[in-house]
């Protein structure tokens, strides 16, 4: 682990919450049932952080820190307010945003953000919990695309969702029981693609806020398409219909 990215110790840790630092994995002494301890696992769990619990030998390397039997490492990604970022606008390009369900695999997530770099996505929006942590595998997998496309995070998707409909940004969700067809659908337009997990897809409950589904054409009937590749085909449509004014 990059050492300039521990941190360690009760009130440090309640020091990097308090200011709004990206904790994305902590990890906690098994038995230390402390109040301060518990103070902190509290706004741990709020803020959906991962949290893992550990025996007193994984913190035998660090016996020259003040740990208190905590430990955590601080995401290399900044996180922007989604609100700051729509209220700044988007220039003159029609605002394009991305909206990631519970797409738990850094190695897809870093994936996405390669391919949302490439085509100019404005933001990528993950929910603080049920999401890959921005660790170095996913800095690693996007190839530095992570530090160029910005990312916020939302309590839930539903936030994002009816954030960016007050702005008039209409969603639009990849499924594969749409009945429309991507590439005969206008997408050249404001937007924000929604993109579910290959297990479970987009939750149903976000699904029915949206403003249509579209899928991608499948001639085999494998189950379906890994998920970074999916968001990748749908973003360069988009890009396609915007650079050609239409769906030809």
């Known amino acids: ?18 200011n709004e630092q990206t904790l994305d994995k902590v990890w906690i002494q098994q038995g230390d049932k402390s109040p301060l ?3 902190l696992e509290n706004k741990l769990r709020a803020k959906g952080i991962s949290t893992s619990y ?12 003040n740990h208190q039997g905590v430990m955590g490492r601080i995401s290399p990604v900044t996180v922007h307010s989604l609100e700051t970022i729509l209220e700044n606008g988007f220039g003159e390009d029609p605002p394009l945003l991305l909206l990631l ?11 996405i953000l390669r391919s949302a770099a490439a085509t100019g996505v404005h933001c990528v929006v993950l929910p603080e919990s049920g999401s890959a942590p921005l660790n170095a595998t996913t800095v690693k997998t996007s190839a530095g695309a992570i530090f ?10 539903k936030d994002a ?24 659908s206008p997408l050249a337009g404001p ?7 290959e297990e479970k897809g987009i939750h149903p409950s976000l699904l029915k806020l949206l403003d249509r589904c579209v899928q991608l054409p499948m001639v085999s009937k494998v189950g379906s398409l890994n998920v ?21």
Do not use: C, W
Request: proline residues 4%.
């Open 228 to 248: 970074s590749v999916a968001t990748g085909l749908i973003l360069y449509e988009i890009i396609r219909q915007r650079d050609h004014g239409s769906t030809d």
């Open 161 to 184: 969702i009816f954030l960016l409909q007050a702005h008039d940004i209409p969603l639009v969700g990849l499924d594969e029981k749409a009945s429309e067809i991507a590439y005969n």
């Open 148 to 157: 160029e496309v910005p990312i916020a995070k939302v309590s839930h998707l």
């Open 191 to 197: 937007m924000a693609v929604v993109m579910g997990s």
């Open 101 to 111: 369900d519970h797409i738990t695999d850094p190695h897809n997530l870093g994936a």
């Open 54 to 65: 550990v025996p007193k030998e994984k913190f035998n390397t660090y016996k020259n820190e």
């Open 1 to 18: 682990m990059d050492k300039s990215l521990q941190i360690f110790g009760i009130h440090a840790l309640q020091e990097a919450l308090a």
């Open 37 to 39: 301890l518990r103070q």
